[in-house]
């Protein structure tokens, strides 16, 4: 009875420190792969990646979206960065915050060296307009930027204004009225803000212009802008993704509740040899 009672208790020990280590490897594996990709570039290596965290509540993973307490850290990394140093973010985001991703796009435009922004998948809303600070995007083939148009809760800022075109004013009730007295100023913040992102590489014109596309509704939120979209609009865009960032991205796997939804034999497959065609005889 008593081995029984000691191996319960070895299985319980094991079962509860067995995902902290798995956990700190798995730290230790991004910390090696970042220092890999800095060393190969000479350059601050930032990682900006939301996926819903493994540990949950109850069993229902967090979401995570780009917060306060990550635009004080990516600040804090860029004040830790000499400014000769190019500095190289990895950005792989549904967005969040927009007073979190204004400041650090601002801090990342004002860094006096070099910045490179990675999509290897995508970065839309905040991400797009953290990527707006960069000196060049390097996106996957299929990566996506989006459009940052505000969202006022459940709502568009550009459609909460539609409202006041299409229907007379006295029969709009005092919070929708209240609403879009709000969405007219976040539009203006938010294209003053993309605006001002872009004069560093855009002319005036084109940077008004495209300050107006992203942010005042001219898609659906979360509209796929591709790579062919983002250069036609002016975009500084690159598709030589380095493959340590796809590396890197291997270390941020997305918790699974169940039994993966894709599978497939993670190698490289080449295509065979074609025949150059029927051959004659005689």
Known sequence: MDIF???????????TLTPYF???M???????????????????????IHRQEAFSFLGIPFARYIDIDDSEQV??????????????????TPGGLVLAAEQIAEALLKHPA???????HYAMSGGTLIALAADEIIMDDNAVLGPVDPQLGQYPAA??????????????????LILADVARKALLQVKATVKGLLRKHLEEAQAEEV??????????????????????LGLKVSTEMPLEVYALMEMYPQPRGGKPSVQYVPLPY????????PRRQG
């Not at 070099?114 to 290897?120: I, L, N």
């Not at 080449?270 to 065609?277: A, M, Q, Y």
């Open 159 to 176: 459609s909460v204004l539609k409202v006041l075109e299409q229907k007379p004013i006295g029969e709009i009730d005092d919070q929708t």
């Open 211 to 232: 300050a107006r596309i992203l942010s005042q509704g001219t898609w659906t939120h979360d509209y796929p802008i591709s790579v062919e979209e983002a250069r036609s």
């Open 22 to 24: 798995n956990q700190q």
């Open 5 to 15: 009672f000691q191996l319960f208790w070895l299985f319980f020990i094991l079962s």
């Open 75 to 92: 600040l804090r990394a860029i004040r830790l960065t000499d400014k000769s140093v190019p500095i190289d973010l990895v950005l792989h």
């Open 270 to 277: 080449e295509g065979e040899p074609r025949p150059s065609g």
């Open 114 to 120: 070099k910045v490179t922004v990675f999509v290897p």
């Open 26 to 48: 798995l730290l230790l594996g991004r910390a090696r792969k970042i220092t890999e990709l800095e060393r190969r570039r000479k350059s601050r290596v930032i990682t900006l």
